[in-house]
């Protein structure tokens, strides 16, 4: 049995539980720039072509999570140029005033920081190109440079990326969460899950991924310190895993449960609680 994720795992889409399902589709669909690409009932989808990127859920009986409960740091919502992530990042700022929380050079990555409607945490990013990326002894060298916004439009931002934003592929990058300990993070997101740890903060953030990718998800605890199990509230309602085929799922799913976590199988996806009761869903492309 392996221990570790294939190499082509990807993340799926982000569900949230929304109390103004209008007004966040407007968000998403208007200012990130995604398509709406399913609705059915109380839930939306956006994404683009048949790649959903957000799933949001109409959940007004919810009230707003704790200031300092674990769950959803952001969202990362990776574009496929500098140019289409100009387009959002314009859109974003202009139709949204106020909801900027900053931007960096990661040195892997250049990424702009947003709060949505519902404070949910949002990153909009673009990739350098792998060739770029520096490894020292098995750990990705990030950091956290200034990166003028200003500076970043005025070089990359186009009328016809504005006119015509269906021209870009986005998919969700990374998911970031809000944890209470770094160790649990590790025991459950590397040890039992079977990603890699690619970067770390000591007692402070974990950066985990697949297949050599700088990152697919994180964990801080920056906000969340000592945090316990979640209830159920506005904001995460799961992040979504997609593993390459149905060998791969049913290996993912003999080790957690050799390793004690409950396994809830669908036939069609498997889901488990992380240690703060945050949903992780895991599927294939087939199958999901």
Do not use: C
């Amino acid at each position: 049995m392996t221990d570790r994720l294939a190499a082509d795992t990807a993340m799926g889409p982000v569900t949230l539980d929304v109390a103004d399902l209008d007004g966040m589709t407007a968000y998403y669909r208007d200012a990130v720039t995604l398509d709406v690409i399913g609705s059915e009932g109380a839930v939306v989808t956006l994404g683009r072509g048949d790649v959903p990127v957000i799933r949001l859920r109409h959940s007004p009986e919810l009230r707003h999570a704790a200031p300092r409960q674990a769950g959803l740091f952001h969202t990362a919502i990776l574009f496929d140029s500098e140019a289409a992530l100009a387009a959002a990042v314009y859109n974003v700022a202009t139709r949204h005033p106020g909801s900027f929380t900053g931007s960096s050079d990661h040195l892997v990555s250049k990424a702009f920081y947003f709060d949505d409607p519902e404070r949910n945490g949002v990153e909009l990013y673009w990739d350098r190109d792998r060739s770029q990326w520096s490894w020292v002894h098995g750990r990705i060298e990030m950091s956290t440079l200034f990166l003028d916004p200003n500076a970043f439009l005025q070089q990359n931002l186009t009328q016809q990326a504005l006119d015509d934003p269906s021209t870009s592929r986005p998919v969700v990058g990374h998911v970031h969460l809000s944890v209470g300990d770094v160790d649990a993070a590790r025991d459950f997101y590397v040890e039992k899950l079977g990603f890699e740890t690619t970067a770390e903060l000591p007692g402070s953030a974990l950066f985990v991924s697949a297949g050599g990718y700088h990152h697919h998800m994180a964990m801080n605890v920056w906000n969340s310190a000592g945090a316990g199990r979640r209830q159920r509230t506005l904001g995460l309602g799961q992040v979504d895993i997609v593993v390459p085929s149905d060998d791969d799922l049913g290996a993912l799913t003999e080790r957690m449960r050799h390793s004690g976590v409950e396994a809830r199988d669908d036939g069609r996806t498997v889901a488990f609680d992380d240690p703060w009761a945050n949903l992780i869903r895991v599927t294939t492309p087939d199958r999901g």
